[in-house]
């Protein structure tokens, strides 16, 4: 079955890194992807990364993979008061098109 | 490019009567996704339209359903409503790759 684990919440200051953490069940994934959702709006797919992948970094975010263990970092370098907002962790199988999310990590960055 | 606009972005209804919700996807995207987000639920899987067809939907009663346009806009529609629908509804396109949904800002939905 699916299931996509995340800690509800993450609070760091401004200027340091953050990391939040993701766990899957599904052995099957063949992608998986962080969103960001801000107050009132609606998800921003921020990176995505494939199965087959350990690591993927663009930016200030950097993707990490553990396949053995299905678990998924994101961390954000250099975190500023403007990354505050719920992060989720999403997967995509071969059983369909459609992506499990997981229940969302709500960042927040004190100044 | 025109993101994926959803409308209304608010509705207030009351408690039994029908909402219905739209969705026009990104130029060029076939396949359609709601999602209920509820306060404290998540984002939960609702429906997936692709080439007009519903090709699979979620754990939610037949009260919720919609279709496809063919020009792959899309309709959510929720009858009987009851105070637990109030949620946030999301609804996203995609291609038939790899990359990833885009999603709409949503429709707020209440019930009272």
């Known amino acids: 079955g699916e299931d996509v684990e995340q800690s509800l919440f993450l609070s760091v200051r401004e200027g340091d890194s953050s990391v939040i953490n993701c766990t899957y069940t599904?052995?099957?994934?063949?992608?998986l992807y962080w969103y960001k959702q801000e107050p009132g709006a609606g998800l921003q797919l921020l990176t995505y990364i494939f199965s087959n992948m350990d690591m993927k970094q663009d930016q200030r975010l950097t993707v990490l993979l553990n396949k053995k263990d299905k678990h998924l970092s994101l961390r954000i370098a250099d975190t500023q008061t403007g990354d505050s907002a719920i992060y989720f962790c999403?997967?995509?199988?071969?059983?369909?098109?459609?992506?499990?999310f997981g229940g969302g990590t709500r960042l927040m960055v004190k100044p | 490019e025109a993101g994926v606009t959803q409308s209304p972005t608010h509705l207030i209804k009351t408690r039994g009567q029908q909402a219905t919700l739209r969705c026009s996807p990104i130029?060029?995207?076939?396949?359609v996704y709601w999602y209920q987000q509820a306060l404290g639920l998540g984002l939960q899987f609702l429906l997936w339209y692709d080439e007009g067809e519903e090709r699979n939907r979620g754990n939610f009663p037949p009260r919720f359903s919609g279709r496809q346009f063919p020009n792959y806009s899309s309709e959510l529609n929720v009858n009987a409503l009851e105070l637990e629908d109030s949620a946030l509804y999301l609804c996203?396109?995609?291609?038939?790759?790899?990359?990833?949904?885009?999603f709409g800002s949503g429709t707020r939905l209440t019930v009272v």
């Open positions: 996203a396109s995609s291609l038939a790759s790899d990359y990833g949904y885009t």
């Open positions: 130029s060029g995207h076939t396949s």
């Open positions: 599904d052995s099957s994934s063949t992608y």
């Open positions: 999403a997967e995509r199988t071969h059983a369909g098109n459609m992506l499990t």
